[in-house]
Structure formats: structure tokens, C-alpha cells
């Protein structure tokens, strides 16, 4: 685990370099929901902080374990409606909001429990049919509906690219994503739109040179440990 750590750190900093950013404006996710609980508080004993999770039911037992630890949960799959209950007030970041039935839910409970959670918006840039997410052309849509959702923050936009061979080939869709947050930022300067979460274990190099905040990162980092 601290070797691949490692060796994922170094890349950060590389694509940095190529894009002249600093490496501390990329966080990473540990993405595990394919491995064990002691694997997940291995991460977190090699330094990881970001914990991300795409099951409830999965996620939840890790969490209650592991509460007391540092660590920040993101919440980064498909979030079913009636799900919400259960990740208000354990999750601190959910990447995947892509419908406002899903908003108000999260508003409403977040107004229960006095909590405010943050939220990308998720964006199908690709087009693709099996990828959730909002159009672009709907995005200033979305962002007016949920403006005013105190319990609500829309802290930038996600989305996932193809699997491709050559990740080079998808490098168009992180430019894209960029763009759209530049273009919401100066419509929406209220709201703070400063991350973007894209970049998995097969292209985040990428994704780092074109403006990632948070990689997502699963077999790369922690491993896979699906039969």
C-alpha cells in the first residue's frame, strides 16, 4: 500500500509540473469498494485520508468502524433516493448529484440533521448511455434549481471518462469538464466551485494535468479483492 502510494504520489507531482500546478491541489480518493475493511484501514494507516465509497450498504459498516479515524468519506457511486437516510451525516462529499429529486432529498434530510453536504455535480460529458449525469447543456439548469438549498454545497463537478487504451484519447473530456466549471463560476460566483473530481487509476495522470482536484482511485492504490 505505501509503495503504491508512492508511486501514485510521484505521478501527481509529474503531471503538476507539466501543468504548473502544485501537487496540493490534488487530493486523493482511495476508492474501496471492492476491498476488505482491513485493507480500507490500511490505507488509512499509510496516510490516505480520502476515503470513497459508491454502496451504502457496503460503506456503512466500514464507516461505523472506523469513525474514529482522520479520515474524510466521499460518497462517489449512483445514489439511490431512498439511500440518503443513511449517508447524511457520515458522508462529507458526494460526488455523483445528478438530479434534483436527489437534492431535495438531500436537502431535506441535511435540514433534519443540521448539516450541510457537499456536493459535485455530476456531468456525462462523453455522452455516454451506461454513464449518470447531467448533460452539459443542463447544467445552468440544475445549478438555479439548487441555489438556494441551504443544506446544499455545490463544490464543483465530476464525471467519468471512457476506458480507453490510451487515456490520451480521453484528455478532451477533462478539458471539457474544466471549461464548463470556468464558464459556472463567472455565471455562479456565489457558489464555490473549485473542484473537480475525474481521473481513475487508468487516466487521473491526465486528469491531474488538466485541472483534477480529486482522483478517484481504486486497483492503482488499494487493489481488488473481487474473486
Known amino acids: ?51 470513497g465509497e459508491s454502496r451504502t450498504q457496503d460503506a456503512v ?5 472506523l469513525s474514529e479515524e482522520m479520515a474524510m468519506w466521499h460518497f462517489i457511486g449512483h445514489l439511490q433516493t431512498n439511500k440518503v437516510r443513511d449517508m447524511i ?3 462529507a462529499y458526494v460526488h455523483s448529484l445528478d438530479r434534483l429529486s436527489l437534492a431535495k432529498e438531500l436537502n431535506k434530510r441535511g435540514e433534519q440533521h443540521d448539516i450541510a453536504t ?35 454545497k455545490a463544490n464543483g463537478f465530476m464525471t467519468m471518462a471512457p476506458y480507453v487504451e490510451n487515456p490520451e484519447e480521453v484528455r478532451w473530456v477533462f478539458q471539457k469538464l474544466r471549461e464548463l466549471r470556468e464558464r459556472m463560476q463567472e455565471q455562479y460566483p456565489n457558489l464555490p466551485l473549485e473542484h473537480l473530481s475525474m481521473g481513475m487509476s487508468n ?3 491526465i486528469a ?20
Open 208 to 227: 491531474v494535468e488538466e485541472g483534477a482536484t480529486f482522483i478517484r482511485l481504486g486497483s492503482t492504490l488499494v487493489g481488488d479483492e473481487r474473486n
Open 1 to 51: 500500500m505505501t509503495e503504491n502510494l508512492r508511486q501514485v504520489q510521484a505521478t501527481i507531482q509529474s503531471s503538476c509540473e507539466r501543468a504548473g500546478r502544485s501537487s496540493s491541489e490534488v487530493q486523493i480518493v482511495a476508492v474501496t469498494k471492492y476491498v476488505s475493511l482491513e485493507t480500507t484501514r490500511a490505507a488509512l494507516e499509510a496516510g490516505i485520508r480520502h476515503i
Open 118 to 152: 457537499r456536493c459535485m455535480v455530476q456531468v456525462n460529458i462523453s455522452g455516454e448511455e451506461t454513464k449518470h449525469g447531467l448533460t452539459p447543456q443542463e447544467v445552468p439548469d440544475f445549478l438555479a434549481a439548487i441555489h438556494d438549498m441551504p443544506h446544499i
Open 89 to 91: 451525516g457520515r458522508f
Open 61 to 65: 459498516p466500514k464507516w461505523e468502524a
Open 203 to 205: 487516466d487521473y495522470h
